[in-house]
Structures are given as structure tokens and as C-alpha cells.
DNA sequence: GGTTGCCCTGGAGTTAGGTCGAGGGTTTAT
DNA sequence: ATAAACCCTCGACCTAACTCCAGGGCAACC
């Protein structure tokens, strides 16, 4: 099957000015053109676009993802580098997952506050705290 | 204690640039003046800073953190604003996760593909088929 | 043969989140 | 009383990743 632009758009989800940028930008050099001058996605374009998205959705820059195809490019002896790119990449996801899960705990912290009974009192107590702490040194109060 | 921008950019971890920014950005009207129309960070305003760090990291946007703040200047009554904020968020990141999760999945059969033995075979009859599909359409070979 | 609906390129514009520099005031130590 | 090390504002600039537009080509239908 061959898929004009708008309907490899409508197939990756990604608009066609998207799509036109990514190619722009040299991650889609496996796409022909065909007699006109268009781009003509096939099936195999289309499965090679969605390992492009699963990059990008995890956060992969796209000057990274450029390299990676490029390595797609030239064929099976550069599975060694492949590889090591993806399990570089697989290592700065699940960091950055750890990264935001650490911070998801400070807010649940935040939230167990928040839904005490107390809630009211403790905030107003910590409030007061904190106008203290400015006037105590001169400042005036934001509050 | 009392800090000036560049102790308080030390102890956030953010450059003192950011934090100007983010003060211009109306995420720290807590933040008084001394005399000389210096910024004098308490250790409270630290605090808040923390949980205004936190919201970033976990992905939340400038604008939307000015909300969180404004409902906090506001004091004791907007806690059930403050509340449903987090809740969202919490959603917000957890749905995140779950893509980027998701998106890891994928990640890891690539690799499984590239750490077997048998991969540079499979890739190159994948490749033969890519192109059989372009030649097929009367499409140029890319590869 | 004209209208419609695609497609193309090149380049300008946008948004978020900073980052930097010029020009100038303050504080502290020598 | 001057140098060093801070601080301020304002506004320009930057990067990533799009997004939009003008000007123009191709293809199908009425």
C-alpha cells in the first residue's frame, strides 16, 4: 500500500506539517518520492515512522533520533551501534522516570497535607510562621 | 536565615537567571525586597520553592504553577482549590507515565530483535522486503 | 478548460523556558 | 575612597519543535 502525506498523517497520528518537518530535518530518508515530486509512504515507512514516535514520545531530542536512522540507513552492520543507542536511551527513560517519581512523592506529601482534617490549621500555623520569619528580619509582608 | 538570589540559587539547585525569570513570571510574589530593592529569600520561601521545583520537574507549566501560587497567597481558603490541582496533576503524571511506559515496551522489542542471535539476518530480509515494497510501486530505492 | 483537492518548497512566525548583556546601584574590605 | 563582589531592570537573544503561509505544480472530475 502507498499512502499520500495526508494519509500517513492520518495514520502516525502527526499532522503533515509535522511529517514535512520531520523530513526536513532528515529522519525520514527512507521515503520516496514518486514521479511528482510526492512523498510516497509505504507500509514499511509507516512501521519505521512509529519506532521514530516511540523515541520521541520518550523524550529522545530529534538530532538523537537522526543519528538512529542513520544507522537504519546503513544497514545491518551497525546493529552493535543500534543497539547501544537504545539501551542508552531505555537507561535515561527509566532515570527520568525515577526522577519524576521522586517528586510525585513530595506531592502526595503536599496532598496528605491538603486532606487532613487539620489541614486549615496547620496552613494557617505555617502561614503565620512564615510572616514572622519576615518581619523578624525587616521585611516587608507579601501576604 | 536569610539568603540573597545567589545563596537561594545555590540551595534550589535552579541559576540565578531562572530564578529571576520565574519571579517576572509571578511564581514568587512571596518573595520580599530589602532595603536596597534586593530579593531576601527566607527559609520558607525555600520550601516553597521546593514544591515549585517539584510541579516543574513533574512536568507542569509555568502558568499553571502561577495558579498553585496565587491559590497559596490566598491563604487557608483556596485549600480545596490547591487540592484539586494536585489531584489533576497527580493524574496528569501518572497518565504520563503510563505512555512513556508504554512507549518503553516498544523499545525493549527492538532490542530484543537487535540482541539476538539471528538479528542481522532478520534485519536484512527486512530491509529486502522494504525495498521489494518500493520497487513494486515504481517508487526509487532509498536504500 | 476550469474548479477542487491534493501535493511541493522556502521561509517566516510561534511557544515555552530560559540565558545573556548593558548600564547602573550597594556593600564590604582594604 | 576605590576595588571587588554582589544586586537590580530591561530588553535582546536562544533553542527545540513545531506551525503557518505564499506561490506554484499535478490530477481528477464536470
Redesign the interface.
Known amino acids: 500500500m502507498?499512502y499520500m502525506i495526508k494519509a500517513a498523517a492520518e495514520k502516525t497520528r502527526l499532522s503533515v506539517d509535522t511529517l514535512r518537518f520531520y523530513d526536513k530535518e532528515g529522519l525520514l530518508?527512507?521515503?520516496?518520492?514518486?514521479?511528482s515530486g510526492y512523498r510516497?509512504f509505504?507500509?514499511?515507512?509507516l512501521r519505521l515512522l512509529?519506532?521514530i514516535t516511540?523515541?520521541k514520545?520518550?523524550?529522545m531530542k530529534i538530532s538523537e533520533i537522526r543519528r538512529y536512522i542513520a544507522y537504519v540507513?546503513q544497514?545491518?552492520s551497525s546493529?552493535p551501534q543500534?543497539?547501544a543507542m537504545?539501551?542508552a536511551?531505555?537507561e535515561a527513560?527509566l532515570a527520568?522516570?525515577q526522577?519524576?517519581?521522586a517528586?510525585?512523592k513530595?506531592?502526595?506529601l503536599?496532598?496528605s497535607v491538603?486532606?487532613s482534617p487539620e489541614?486549615?490549621q496547620m496552613?494557617?500555623l505555617?502561614?503565620a510562621?512564615?510572616k514572622a520569619?519576615?518581619v523578624a528580619?525587616?521585611?516587608?509582608?507579601?501576604?
Open positions: 502507498i530518508p527512507f521515503v520516496s518520492r514518486n514521479q510516497a509505504t507500509d514499511g515507512d512509529k519506532t516511540c523515541l514520545n520518550t523524550g540507513m544497514g545491518p546493529v543500534r543497539q537504545l539501551l536511551h531505555r527513560i527520568e522516570q526522577r519524576v517519581l517528586n510525585l513530595e506531592i502526595d503536599k496532598l491538603y486532606s489541614a486549615v496552613i494557617t505555617e502561614r510562621y512564615a520569619e519576615k528580619n525587616g521585611l516587608p509582608d507579601p501576604y
